[in-house]
């Protein structure tokens, strides 16, 4: 008597999880990045300290980063001040508030919404040139280049970035409160009648040193970050053209999501 053949099993199982959407591997490229970011912040303040100092590239950069970025900081400004002033007016009319409309608006654009959007533009301006200039200088072997020939290149293309987004990003916030100021002024005109001089004393009878001098200082912090963050995606970027996107990309993301963690900071 012959056994009946076994019936066919599937041999080929569940289909296994990629290793890049394990739990385990995603904590532990989360883990390697910070620690890799944390040595290269390290080493960023120890070589800042030590000469030799370039001084030129520092005045470069920060034309490029700074003075590039003017225009569109001071539209966006500008765009911001008129809007919020449109958009805030209706509700305070219906409360009968409305002469309160001008210092609302500006102590709201001076403490907040002036530097951090300003730092979202400036991220998404000047970091992703920075990744992208970093990463194609990496991709192209001119670091290795650099290194070959005496010449410190974390140095001279890290540190000089690096303090030319955290001098310049302050300066570019200035102007776009001005500029939002300027904006909320239109914006007051439209359906009203304000002369300047009534304008500018209401603006600045409810603006103190507490409003200015800590949202001036945390946008120290916020070029900081950019330019640290920008500078560590482009040196650490991987090979070929497509290495440079992802640097880029990245730089812009995570220059940005650092920005809005820091909204907390007591200085707020």
């Known amino acids: 008597m012959e056994a009946s053949p076994a019936p066919a099993t599937d041999s080929t199982g569940p289909t296994p999880v990629p290793a890049a959407l394990r739990p385990d591997s995603w904590f532990k490229s989360f883990f390697l990045e910070t ?38 900081v ?12 449109i958009q805030s007016r209706p509700t305070l009319v219906r409360f009968g508030a409305i002469s309160w409309l001008p210092a609302m608006v500006a102590v709201s654009l001076v403490r907040e919404i002036g530097p951090v959007v ?14 992208a200039e970093l990463a194609s200088m990496n991709v192209s072997e001119q670091i290795d280049a650099m290194q070959v020939s005496g010449t410190n290149p974390f140095n001279f293309l890290v540190v000089s970035r690096v303090l030319a987004a955290t001098v310049m ?22 359906q ?5 001089r009534l304008f500018v004393t209401q603006v600045f009878e409810s603006l103190e040193f507490k409003d200015l001098l800590p949202a001036l200082a945390k946008t120290f912090v916020f070029g900081w970050a950019v330019g640290v963050i920008s500078c560590y995606k482009g040196f650490h970027s991987n090979s070929g ?16 999501f650092m920005v809005l963690s820091l909204i907390w900071w007591p200085c707020s």
């Open 35 to 72: 620690a890799s970011l944390a040595r290269f912040t390290g080493r960023f303040f120890k070589e800042a300290l030590l000469p030799p100092y370039e001084f030129e590239e520092l005045l470069k950069q920060a034309f490029l980063i700074g003075y590039k970025s003017l225009p569109l």
């Open 74 to 85: 001071a539209i966006t400004g500008f765009i911001i001040g008129l809007v919020l002033t």
């Open 118 to 131: 300003t730092a979202i533009i400036f991220a998404g301006k000047a970091g992703s040139g920075i990744g």
């Open 169 to 190: 990003l302050p300066v570019l916030v200035v102007f776009a409160d001005a500029l939002g100021l300027f904006g909320t002024f239109v914006g007051v005109n439209l």
């Open 192 to 196: 009203g009648d304000v002369s300047a």
């Open 241 to 256: 053209t497509e290495g440079v996107g992802k640097a880029t990309n990245s730089a812009v993301v995570f220059s940005i």
